[in-house]
């Protein structure tokens, strides 16, 4: 009988499942390893990969004789690969498992996106001698979520767009307004006592004038379909650059904003355009919730060390209906909708999507809620 290729670092079950002998249990997992639709590699403690199973030959194109002995990030050659290594994460923080989403390059330069789970691979002194890394592409899905985005982009533009032409309409007024001001003052002619005049007026006019260009900006900005753009960001910025863009919408709903924004918090890794999503997602649904007027408190705070288990925390809070205890457990998923007792929408914009932005920057978010009091919405994200 032909002998089975043993996998190097499994250890041997001392009371193997019922119905399978240890040779048995070898081939199983042998198996598994070969056919699996997901990638698998394993990592020494350099980083150098030692093993590579046939679907990971699939996605990537490279095969196992062309990465063994190659350290990972230089061949999948990850820009997040420093930020967010598994390995790294695991010895650091000494957790069991790393869950995390990265873009690895394929031998064909194509960036893939892919969602890795890996764990410690340990000695029989239970010293950890490597790592695995099961990862698999998802392409299609972030396709799928691309197209949600920009719908519910498409949605959100659609209902700001009054008040944008508003927030760009006002600014233009003025500048017109002072305009006719300095012509009747040329008119007159006695320019050297009109000088100072002159000078308080062009600044107004440049001040709304740049007023415009960021509302402006921040529009194209939120409604620019692109890939995702990991970088360094401040959460601070992200949520006055939403703020801009609602202030009519807010203006209009008689309501009161109140920001608890903490100076200097340290950077998160993250798409502004896509966290710009979510917080205008969050204030809308407020306002939504506000049919009469109210409040809207955002408040970001840091918890945690930054650079470990540190992470960012904003918390989005309105004066609304709020939501019935038993609808909480079902507002994140696709098409749920609330309404208040006299047909108010009061949520449902989209908040699959801001969970699924939020669980792509490995941050969680949770709801607080009590009909007739309001409703608070807690985000997390990792520093850097």
Known sequence: MAKVKEVPQIERLEKPAVGLDPFTMRSFIEGLLYNMQGGVFIVDRQKRITLFYKAAEKITGYSASEVVGRVCQEVFRSPLC?????????????????????????????PIPVNITAFPLKDHEAKIVGMVEIFRDISGLKNLQNQLIHTDKLTMMGQIAAGVAHEINNPINGILTYIKLLLRKLEKGDLPSVVEDFKKYLLIMEKETKRVGRTTKNLLDFSRRAEPDIRPIHINEVIEHSLVLLNDQLKIGNVEVRRELKPALPEVMGDFGQLQQVFMNLIMNAIQAMPKGGRLEIKTALEGEPGREGFVRIDVSDTGCGIPEEDIPKV?????????????????????????????????????????????????????
């Open 82 to 110: 420093e930020q967010r290594c598994c390995f790294k994460e695991i010895l650091k923080k000494r957790t069991s498992v790393c869950d995390i989403e990265l873009q690895f390059h394929c031998k064909a330069s194509k």
């Open 332 to 384: 994140f998923d696709p098409f749920f909708t609330t309404k208040c007792k006299r047909g108010d929408t009061c949520l449902g914009l989209g908040l699959s999507i801001v969970q699924g932005i939020i669980k792509d920057h490995r941050g969680q978010i949770y709801i607080k809620s009590e009909v007739g009091k309001g409703t608070t919405f807690t985000i997390k994200i990792p520093t850097v």
